[in-house]
């Protein structure tokens, strides 16, 4: 069955200029977009209403105006922020943009430290901060270009990147030993995320997550929450939930076959736990959101 990769290898754009803009509205076109992560640097800026976006189990709330920095490899998740939703749009651009001649001096200096978990940075920055007074002409230009991106506007793109990257590296600093033993900690866990993607139809214990990562249970519980924001459990069922969710949107599958494909084997529990994540039970779920495409 097709689903969302927790780590995205799509190409953005081109291979000859990996950089795209994509708009966004929750709970509209999609209700939220799962725990993942890429080789990309990607802005996420907020347009309207308000979104929520989980970053290494941190969850920063965006309103109209706000911006977050997602550096490559973060695992990151985007999520309705209130009843209302909101709009924004993602700017991905992969790494190789800044590269030039082979052992650029740039590239290895200011973009490389970010692929290798050498510095970070502050990720969140609400309207009116000084970064996002700074950047924000930039984005709202390449937002007002986005269609003719590849066609006429590559230069001003590039500058804009690169403008962008001057003022990331201004205002990252340097991994402590003490970040980088918790990012290690992290990166060892998307183990047990690559996990529930291949066997999320199965039995899925805390012990069998645990053991993919090479930890205790207790130790994995607790850096499972701290990295998700949810125990081990509500993710999974939360995983099968939004699976459940695609498949009534894109297929005539009955609804207790979905449910079993999905993982679930109780139906009354489907069916409550459906309801609660998406406000309508299955069968009208379905029709609501083919009605809304129509």
Request: net charge neutral.
């Amino acid at each position: 069955m097709e689903h969302t990769p927790i780590h995205e290898t799509k190409l953005h754009g081109t291979i000859s200029f990996p950089y795209s803009i994509y708009k966004g509205r929750i709970p509209e076109w999609i209700h939220s977009f799962p725990l993942h992560w890429h080789d990309d640097f990607e802005l996420i800026y907020c347009t309207q209403g308000q979104i929520q976006v989980t970053l290494w189990g941190q969850a920063y709330t965006l309103r109209a105006g706000d911006l977050i920095i997602i550096l490559p490899h973060a695992v990151h998740s985007i999520e309705q922020g209130d009843l209302a939703g909101g709009e924004y749009f993602n700017i991905l651009f992969h790494p190789s943009l800044f590269k030039g001649a082979e052992n650029d001096p740039c590239y290895d200096k200011y973009v490389l430290p970010f692929l290798n978990d050498k510095r970070t940075m502050e990720y969140f920055y609400p309207v009116g901060s000084s970064l996002s007074q700074t950047v924000t002409p930039c984005i709202l230009s390449m937002l007002e270009h986005r269609k003719e991106s590849y066609t006429t506007h590559e230069l001003m793109v590039k500058s804009h990147l690169f403008f962008l990257l001057y003022h990331i590296n201004q205002h990252s600093a340097a991994i402590t030993s003490d970040n980088s033993h918790q990012r290690l900690s992290y990166s060892r866990l998307k183990n047990a995320l690559y996990y529930v993607q291949k066997f999320y139809d199965r039995d899925i214990s805390v012990q069998k997550a645990a053991k993919q990562c090479g930890f205790s249970e207790s130790h994995f519980m607790k850096l499972f929450r701290e990295l998700t924001g949810m125990s081990f459990n509500a993710y999974l069922v939360n995983y099968r939930l939004e699976l459940a969710a695609k498949q009534l949107a894109e297929t005539d599958n009955k609804v207790i076959d979905i449910m079993e494909n999905c993982g679930f084997h109780n139906q009354s529990y489907f069916t409550r736990a459906f309801q609660k994540k998406y406000h309508q039970p299955p069968l009208l779920y379905r029709k609501t959101v083919r009605a809304d495409h129509e």
